[in-house]
């Protein structure tokens, strides 16, 4: 016979496991993190820029600079580029020296993942490029340039290849990103469709309901409970 105790017992069984994780993980990403990354080369050694942010604007929306949401600079590998992101498509990547459309190459992610993790003399295992999610790229752009440096950490590096976004790194860094993967529910996204991923989110959201409101009817008095029962 099903009853409130036993449907709260097994809400609470299954449903406390998920809470947990989801508590251990928030810890977890507001800890330190213990790897090193230069979103700067310095102030004094960026290349000057040849174009004027118009000209980049007119590159990357096609001369329709209402399509524009914003633009940013950005110096990474003794290089100069302008980030315009569009409101009706990806961010653009202007070269600031020659006026022309970026796309990230394996020579350049490469380049870009050395500068940004601080390892110019580490060899370089592959650079491969990534047009699809999979259990080792679960979130991000795409497409993306893979790089796998042959160093003691294992680092692996994510370039985006339209905007030259970067993501990754050594072993702690993944093992960081798993377990934020973990409390923001990424696996869903792999495993099931971004429709499915929402069901299953508003699924546990009700029977988390359902636990707290059973919680507190077996909280009554049992007097209560049989007078009510009848």
Known sequence: MITFRSIHKWIGISLGIILLVWLVSGIWMVLPASYQQNWE?????????????????????????????NLNMWAVASRLFYRVSLKDGPVQLVDATTGQLVTITPDLAEQIARAIFVMPEAPVDT?????????????????V??????????????VGVADGAVLGGGTSHRIRAIVSGLHSFYPLRILISARGEKGALILAGVLMIVGVLTGYWLALPVRWRLRWAK
Do not use: C, K
């Not at 990534?130 to 979130?139: C, K, N, P, T």
């Not at 790089?147 to 994510?158: E, G, K, L, P, R």
């Open 41 to 69: 080369d310095g102030f004094s050694q960026w290349p000057a820029a040849a174009i004027a942010p118009a000209e980049a604007v007119a590159v990357a929306s096609d001369h329709a600079p209402e399509r524009v949401r």
């Open 127 to 143: 650079v491969e490029r990534v047009d699809e999610y999979s259990m080792r790229y679960g979130a991000g752009p795409l497409p």
């Open 145 to 158: 340039m893979r790089v796998v440096f042959a160093d003691d950490d294992n680092t692996v590096v994510y």
